[in-house]
């Protein structure tokens, strides 16, 4: 027997189970509780502690914050505002940009900070009524439908729900429920390492760099530390490496300062290193009876357009927005599909053409594409940017 439909409601509201608790599930919690549903998180780690390093958050995702209250302190976290851009091995610069460019085009900055810190704000939008319960697995029972509820089990419990949201990650076991004939996630064909780290003296000019199969990154955050970066394209390991500082010396300690001086004394254990997969072929919806998918378990992507984070937090407030706990829930699943699924599918095929020039291996081709970006970089470095049109720009839809 589940719980009784309803029996853990507040004040007669409607029933909401989110399954994750990183930055999707966290924003979608916050907002389905402002708009009066009674929410329970559900999270399998024992305490939270956020997969990744850094997150950047673009213009359209402080938008999204900013329904929850949250945008203006994010944005008092910004640190770029000088000189950065784009780079080659060598150090020459093939783009210089200014942290003012984004700005200057979005009417908002592009924010960089950790992950921990972004997860601390939004678990301090949660009111006193969203329960929060880790070191809980939750598993999709029954999807629910127009007559019926939805149905998790949560370790011994069987919990009932108006509406269930997914925000189980990139290898998300919703999904694979929900749609078991779907192909599943592809490898995209390059690894990437993440890490944070003290400043060198001097500090660090915020940049990405370019190589032949090979890409760094460097970001200043509001600590004073620094997040780096990198990528290779290569086959994908079928197990974990002991010594990721040593591989990333070979692979980058010629390359241009600060790189080598970063690397020097990175100690084992200080370094996250995944294979990228994505979802080549997009779902046929993003929901299913009274469930939706929201964030990497709807439409993973690679993060060579720094999107998987924010389209995630647009996930959750147009969900949000949409949910109206007054109204017939039953149609907010489908009307969420209709609203994201063009767009993120979008954006998962830029981010993959994005991968594929990033990732160049082939010398000429390398030659030919720095040299074209070279030449934006001195007739009109704004045209950087253009690659975000249609995606920093976009604006939460109006609240039902």
């Known amino acids: 027997m589940g719980i009784p439909y309803g029996a853990s409601r507040t004040s007669g509201s409607p029933r909401a189970l989110v399954i994750g608790a990183g930055v999707g599930g966290l924003t979608a919690a916050a907002i389905l509780a402002d708009r009066g549903w009674s929410v329970t998180v559900l999270e399998q780690a024992a305490e939270l502690e956020p997969v990744g390093a850094g997150i950047s958050l673009a213009p359209n ?3 999204a914050l900013d329904i929850i209250g949250l945008g203006d302190a994010v944005r008092a976290l910004r640190t770029w505002t000088g000189r950065g851009g784009l780079r080659a091995p060598s150090g020459r610069w093939l783009v210089p940009i200014t942290g003012d460019s984004t ?3 979005f009417g908002d900055p592009l924010v960089l900070l950790t992950r921990t810190a972004l997860v601390d704000l939004l678990r301090s939008r949660l009111p006193a009524h969203a329960a929060l319960r880790t070191g809980t697995k939750a598993v999709l029972a029954d999807p629910g439908g127009p007559e019926r509820p939805a149905l998790v089990t949560a370790g011994a419990q069987s919990l009932e729900a108006d509406l269930v949201v997914a925000a189980d990650g990139i290898h998300s076991a919703t999904r694979r429920t929900l749609f078991p004939d779907h192909p599943g996630l592809r490898y995209a064909g390059f690894t990437t390492w993440r890490f944070l780290t003290d400043a060198p003296p001097g500090g660090v000019q915020p940049h990405e760099t370019w190589g032949r199969g090979r890409m760094w990154g460097t970001q200043t955050l509001p600590d004073g530390r620094v997040y780096a970066y990198a ?5 994908a390991a079928h197990h974990a490496r002991d010594d ?3 591989m990333l010396r070979r692979l980058f300690s010629a390359w241009h300062p600060p790189v080598p001086q970063l690397l020097e004394t990175l100690p084992q254990g200080a370094v996250l290193r995944n294979d990228v997969h994505h979802l080549a072929a997009p779902l046929p919806a993003h929901h299913h009876g009274r469930v939706v998918l929201l964030g990497d378990a709807a439409h993973p992507m690679t993060p060579s357009m720094g999107q998987g984070g924010n389209q995630a937090i647009e996930d959750a407030v147009v969900l949000g927005q949409l949910a109206d706990p007054a109204e017939n829930i039953t149609l907010t699943p489908a009307s969420y599909t209709r609203l994201r699924l063009p767009r993120t599918t979008k954006i998962v095929q830029q981010s993959a053409r994005a991968a594929r020039t990033t990732t160049l291996t082939s010398a000429p081709a390398c030659a030919l594409r720095n040299a ?7 007739l009109a470095p704004a045209l950087m940017l253009r690659a975000l049109d249609g995606i920093a720009d976009w604006r939460p839809p109006e609240r039902v």
Do not use: K, M
């Open 244 to 246: 990721e500082p040593a």
């Open 231 to 235: 990528a290779a394209a290569q086959p």
């Open 372 to 378: 074209a970006f070279a030449l934006v970089g001195r």
């Open 61 to 63: 995702a402080l938008r």
């Open 103 to 105: 700005s200057a085009r």
